[in-house]
């Protein structure tokens, strides 16, 4: 159908209600509550106003079985979309006619809320409509009900839902059944809150004498006035003879005309609402365009830069490569000692004893394994720990640095509102601060829980019996010394021989053990990292997505709200 708008807009009133609705919701909290408080005002006139919809005016027809509902409901579309028959009752269910075909859409969620089922949600043909101009109606949904006094008592479940949310309530009557009690009662007293959105239609006036119609008319405006009703308009009308009809819909059409230029009005303030929010709500860059896009700035992920710059300060803040170093310092130590040649064990009680006698103090217990705990009995309790294979004094980690933790989360933030409108930076900011106590203590905890595996892999025995044999070589080369017969450079061979190998076997090892332990240092610097990750992903990448999200969301939004 080729109608052309009044307003040329892509974007419907209600769908723009709408998305300010979620917006406000979205923003709460986020902008000042007095730049959302017009906003708020704008949904609840819209509410008190428009019911249902602000770009519809749902008309429904109702009253008594036969009176001539479907009758008018097809005079008024123009053609026989409700089967009108002899029949009693003979509209089972609701049937509903939008006014312009390309409004079905739009105008379905309406007709389900009302109740009725999609293939009775019609629209007039096209071919009915070929004008240029705007149908007079445009904007109506014209719904035919079922009868209200039927023995079907689902007609009248759906009667009273369909009443309760119309715009306009238009009640056919015909002369036969004007003054029925239980319509007076049953509706209109009922409905005296309701006069301003109602009609009274006395249909089938050709039955009556020309002269007793407006008697017949003037019966039924005194009963209504009498049921409570005042101001109801009673038009008398003929679905057959089509007398009284313009009337009908000069009255239908002032009223969806009223409602739709109230509609044009809110779109206007919806305008100026929009243009109010908008440097607070578009990107800090995107302001002085004005204007949004609604996928624009779609991630809400922490960027990776910034993930990495975060996660670098944190274990910077926790002390991961410190705790690390110091696994691989222990362990170092711990295994070069126990892989080490008996020789050294020697010469460094020699130093040590050399070493008292010219500080004139007696000899000390060996620190056998250099491990920096002061005094013999902790280097004891260190050879009992170090003989089960645990390295069970690992450093406690330190309580994380907080102060280094408010820069990282002070640079996070930086990075993290730089697009951000002013307000909605100042509320994610502050939300990363205040992750800083929890976020501490987790990763305290996770450092204090993560399990360091300093253990010493591969045997230490093969290493010490070889030791043992070459050493039992020099010390037998020795004694060869002594044993005539025995040539001298055998001995010195054999004596030679042993001390180098064991040397040899000493330095290979330790070379060995130290590199295990660096790269021990470097699986715990990678368990830390991972222990931490979880913990920031947790505690404040989750968060800040989520509140990224929330924007981008109001943002998308915005965009219907701003309709450009
Ligand atoms: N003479 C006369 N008959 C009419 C007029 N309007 C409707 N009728 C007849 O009255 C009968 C009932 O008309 P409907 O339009 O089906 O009535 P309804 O109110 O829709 O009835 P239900 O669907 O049963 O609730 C039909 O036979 C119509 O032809 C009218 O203005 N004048
Ligand atoms: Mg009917």
């Given amino acids: ?49 428009f019911g249902m919809s602000a770009e519809h005016t749902v008309v429904v027809l109702g009253g008594a079985t036969g009176v001539g509902k479907s009758s008018l409901f097809n005079g008024l579309v123009g053609i026989g979309l409700s089967p009108v028959a002899v029949r009693r009752p003979t509209t089972t269910s609701a049937i509903a006619c939008v006014w312009e075909a390309d409004r079905v859409a739009e105008a379905k969620p309406l007709l389900d809320r009302l109740g009725v089922s999609e293939r009775r949600q019609l629209t007039r043909d096209s071919a009915l409509d070929r004008s240029i101009v705007r149908d007079a109606l445009a904007g109506m949904v014209l719904v035919d009900l079922p009868d209200h006094d039927s023995a079907v008592r689902e007609h009248q479940a759906e009667v009273d839902q369909a009443v309760a949310q119309a715009d306009v309530v238009v009640w056919v009557t015909d002369p036969q059944k004007y003054a029925d009690a239980s319509w007076h009662d049953r509706y209109l007293k009922a409905l005296v809150h309701h006069a301003d959105v109602m009609l009274i239609v006395l249909n089938q006036i050709d039955r009556l004498p020309p002269e007793a119609v407006s008697e017949c008319a003037a019966d039924l405006a005194r009963l209504v006035e009498e049921d409570g009703l005042t101001g109801v308009r009673v038009i008398p009308v003929s679905a057959r003879t089509k007398e009284g009809l313009d009337d009908l819909r000069r009255e239908l059409t002032e009223r969806v005309s009223g409602r739709r230029a109230a509609a044009d009005r809110l779109a206007a303030d919806v305008d100026r609402i929009a243009e109010r929010l908008a440097p607070m709500l578009l990107p800090a860059d995107d302001a002085q365009t004005q204007s949004v ?11 990776d830069e910034a993930r990495a710059e975060a996660m670098e300060g944190l274990r910077a803040a926790a002390g991961v490569s410190s705790l690390a170093d110091a696994v691989s310092r222990r362990m170092a130590a711990r295994d070069q000692a126990a892989v080490a040649t008996p020789l050294r064990k020697l010469a460094g009680l020699w130093n040590r004893r050399a070493q008292a006698a010219a ?3 007696p000899a000390g217990r060996p620190a056998v394994h250099g491990a920096d705990g002061p005094g013999g009995a902790r280097s004891l309790r260190e050879l009992i720990r170090l003989a089960t294979g645990q390295l069970s004094d690992m450093p406690a980690p330190v309580p994380v640095d907080r102060a280094a933790l408010d820069t990282v989360l002070g640079r996070l933030a930086d990075t993290m509102t730089a697009r951000l409108p002013e307000d909605w930076a100042r509320t994610l900011r502050a939300q990363i601060l205040a992750t800083r106590s ?66 040899i076997l000493d330095v290979t090892a330790r070379k060995a053990r130290r590199r295990a332990a660096v790269s021990a240092g470097q699986i715990a610097v990678g368990r830390l990292s991972v222990e931490l990750s979880a913990v920031a992903q947790d505690t404040l990448f989750a968060p800040i997505s989520h509140e990224l999200a929330r924007y981008q969301t109001a943002l998308a939004d915005f965009a219907v709200v701003q309709d450009h």
């Fill in 1 to 49: 159908m080729k109608v052309i708008r009044a307003n040329q807009r892509t974007i419907g009133v209600g769908a723009r209600l709408d998305a300010l609705t979620r917006l406000v919701t979205a923003a709460e909290d986020r902008l000042p509550a007095a730049a959302l408080e017009p906003a708020r005002d704008i949904l609840r006139r819209a509410a008190d106003r």
């Fill in 293 to 303: 896009s609604g996928d624009e700035g779609a991630d809400n992920a922490v960027p």
């Fill in 359 to 361: 500080d004139g103090a």
């Fill in 438 to 503: 929890v976020l501490a203590d987790r990763v305290d905890a996770a450092l204090a829980s993560c399990e360091l595996d300093a253990r010493m892999t591969g045997s230490r025995m093969p290493v010490r019996l070889a030791h043992a044999a070459l050493l039992v070589v020099a010390v037998a080369g020795l004694a060869l010394f002594f044993v005539s017969g025995v040539p001298a450079w055998a001995a010195a061979l054999m004596l030679a021989g042993g001390l180098a190998g064991t040397w």
